[in-house]
């Protein structure tokens, strides 16, 4: 009769868990088809712009050099990507771009040339024919078979051809012509150093043994210090700007961890003078850590301006809640026998605590810090993107301009990095933190 | 002789060790003063000059909010919305990070993982997705998509899985293995192994980390929706770049936002304290 009711027992709570197994998966795929309508996926298909990604694809890997011709003022410029910090002087253009008077003709490779003739743009295209471009009041088009094929894209104002080879453009203020190239331009040098399109060989063999460049000082130290201040990649601003990242993620976790390591005191329930303190201190713990960093960024950025303190001091608010929760449970659980040894040589508060509770919660409370060190690196990251500070900054400036995506793979690059190396870093030194202690 | 030898050698000793801790704590105070004022010195305003100005946004958002605080409630039902949406978010991408973390996980444990070789590849993974900040994803797809929650979703969902993929994966290294070392010899599948053998050991952990992911990740949806991913942070926002006149709602916002951290922080709170120390009896 008994293993009878066992049994039964057993097979009805073998079934409730069967169905459980089942009806938790239903439950979370009813809700993820419920998000997947409340958050517009089908209509996501059609906004999302897939010339974009290939754009962003294509840029991270190349860059572009823009030939353009200024149609009121009739005047040539050849830039990198279209800046004007990256103008070729007109003697030195690429070898590409034969200039002569009015008359501009553009080599695009494999067969391809755009020829500027005053107002007239030719291209010629292999297996195609000739396609004329007029700049007038509009622009007019002229193909070979009077047909535009798909890809022209033509509007009385603009008239876009888009190759393998490159793009050539032309409104009534300018005709351009934009060729890509493989890599990163100008990573080292811009334009303006002497150092300009020399291969690394060169650069080194210059550095090593060349005559010196510059008459006031040696190649190498122009060469670093055309390198910190190559006026595209910005290797000094962004050297600065890591470190600012660095140094907001250093201040607020330790500066947090001097402020909330008193405060732990008051709300540890064994060291806590009294219980309404202790009640007020730790509602105020829960209060900074509900606020959040995004609160506190807005509110202190108001007050200090955008920059690295401000974002320090977010990340110093709110994890002054954390670490005033984290540190007061670690102080619950210290071993009394220690501290009461102390006490009976006669020691002071102050000492009991230096000399029977430190050294007991310090492996735990450094360890935890560490461990904060390392997100609010990336925290940093986030916080310097809204409040204006660091590399979080630059990647979104970079981001939000939407052409340089070769800088924002490099920040992002440098910003995985980072992290990586920051998790390395705290890692080792808890794993020597503990082995030490 | 000997006592006074070691008596000195030990005071020796303790004085080192002492001149050694406070040197540390004297460098390391002096890092911190001085990167406090190089931090100064590069922010748009000063310490000294903002402080006094600390509590004048607050202080303006409170008047604002109090003398038109009868708005308040509809502000508040008025941002709701945006609220489930930025809620949403971060549950949907908690969801989805938990699953493909448990996946990475699983394939990073020695001893459970289907193709053993592929372990360090798996480990690196998690790395490389924890590292990336949320951030950094949906700013890239926002360009491509388009503002909305999909980005950000991704986005947390990327450095969840990564997340999760390491802590589960610490979860699945304690795990006991005679239960699936029985399963196995009575021919069980390697999926039946896990689903049988493993799960029921770690679910109550990997509860508990997903719950506090999700206390982390609705902060990290309001923060994203402030940079355009839509939600309560992109109400915000726009409350908050209009200013003055505007302050009763952004102090709407603040407060729906803070009253929904605290009162997720409180159930995820009890909640992980049954699972780690069973229900109250």
Known sequence: MTTMTLQDRTIRIMDRRRRMALAVPALILAYLVYAAISFDLAGLAQRARLDNAAVLMADTVSHKIHVTRDNRRDALSVSVEGSARATFAPDRLPDWVAAQGSRTVIDLGAGHVVTYDGPRTTYDIPDYGPVTLTVGDGVTLDTPDGQVPAF??????RVTITTDQGRVTATRARTETLRYFWGWEMFFFDLSSPLAGMSAGQVAAAVLWGDRIDPARSNLSLALSEFWTN????????????FETILMAFLGTFGAAFVALPLAFLAAQNFAPSRMLRFAVRRVFDFVRGVDALIFTIILSRAFGPGPLTGALAILLTDTGSFG?????????????????????????????RFGVIPQVMPVLLSQMLYFLESNTRSATIIGAITGGGIGLMLTQAIQTTQDWEKVAYYILLIVVLVIAMDGLSGWLRRRLIRGS | MALAEIQHDYLALTRRRRLYGGLLVVIFVAMMVSGFRVADARNAGGFWQGLHQVGDFPAALVSEAVQKSANLPGHMIRALPALVETLNIALVATLLGC???TALSLAATRGLARWPRLVPVARRVSDVCRAIPEIVIALVLIFILGGGPVPAVIAIAIHTAGAMGKLFSEVNENVDLKPVEGLASVGATWSQRIWLGVFPQVAPNYLSYGLLRLEVNIRASAILGFVGAGGIGYELRNAMTFGQGKFDQAAAIFLLLFMTIVVVDQISGLARNRLTHGAPA
Do not use: C, M
């Open chain 1, 325 to 353: 929760k984290l540190f007061s449970e670690a102080l619950e659980n210290v071993d009394a026998k220690p501290i009461e040894g102390i006490r009976s040589t006669g020691a002071g508060a102050l000492q009991r605590y």
């Open chain 1, 231 to 242: 006026d595209i990649w910005q290797h000094g601003a962004v050297a600065w700007a890591l």
């Open chain 2, 99 to 101: 699953i493909a973390g």
């Open chain 1, 152 to 157: 022209i894209n033509a509007s009385p104002a």
